[in-house]
């Protein structure tokens, strides 16, 4: 079966501060998620990757697939207080969703 | 994308009862899914429901402890059976969401039921 690991596991960086988190999968991807969870809330989706070399940005937010397709890396610029939470990678595997073991941000002023 | 309603938020239960936890969508999908979150944990697939037939369990969950329901297109039920203080965790459902002209918009996920048992 696939397996997501994440890293690194918790992040605390300073506002303003610039920060990525990986994303490397057991098994080639075919669909890779990123979420933003608060804590104790639901999922809210940033963006979605397929194509090998694929990098997207919305706002101060970049993800990028590596050309392999086995690694993502999500990148946040001048992190700021509302970014604070927990990023989840998720792969597409058989048409269900398969979720990484998760980054807890905490981002002080 | 489509929206999801889901009930209860919260619940605390006493253990040796049963939870129903309802997922309501406001567009017609295939498949939904319900998902476990432990304390401090990621996301665990439970089992993928599809209208008309029994729904399909990861390993590690069975039908008796967690039997789903899936009545039509929109509507989904997750029961925990017989809950112990383990089977405290944040409940969620999710759908594919495909919106128009096949736009992507990432799995879209219910805001969670989050289960306390005693």
């Known amino acids: 079966s696939q397996e997501l690991e994440q890293s690194p596991q918790s992040l605390i960086v300073q506002e303003g501060k610039n920060l990525t988190i990986n994303c490397t999968s057991s098994?080639?991807?075919?669909?890779l998620y990123w979420y933003k969870q608060k804590y104790g809330e639901g999922l809210i989706f940033l963006m979605m990757?397929?194509?090998?070399?694929e990098e997207k940005s919305h706002e101060k937010i970049t993800a990028k697939l590596d050309e392999k397709k086995q690694q993502s890396s999500l990148h946040i610029t001048a992190s700021q207080p509302s970014h604070a939470g927990i990023y989840l990678c998720?792969?597409?595997?058989?048409?269900?969703?398969?979720f990484g073991t998760g980054t807890r941000l905490q981002v002080f002023p | 994308s489509a929206v999801i309603s889901q009930k209860p938020s919260r619940d605390i239960c006493q253990r040796g009862t049963s939870l129903t936890i309802q997922c309501q969508v406001d567009?017609?999908?295939?498949?939904m899914f319900w998902y476990r979150q432990q304390p401090g944990q990621s996301l665990t697939l439970i089992a993928t429901?599809?209208?008309?037939?029994?729904?399909t369990y990861e390993s590690g969950f069975v039908i008796d402890k967690f039997p789903i329901s899936r009545p039509n297109l929109t509507f989904s039920t997750l029961t925990v059976s017989n809950m112990s203080p383990e089977d405290s965790s944040i409940y969620l459902c999710?759908?594919?969401?495909w919106g128009q002209g096949k736009i992507n918009y990432g799995y879209t996920f219910g805001s969670g039921t989050r289960l306390t048992v005693v």
């Open positions: 999710s759908v594919e969401g």
């Open positions: 567009s017609q999908v295939t498949m």
């Open positions: 429901a599809n209208q008309g037939s029994e729904a």
């Open positions: 098994k080639t991807l075919y669909g």
């Open positions: 990757l397929q194509k090998g070399g």
């Open positions: 998720g792969a597409d595997n058989s048409d269900k969703l398969i």
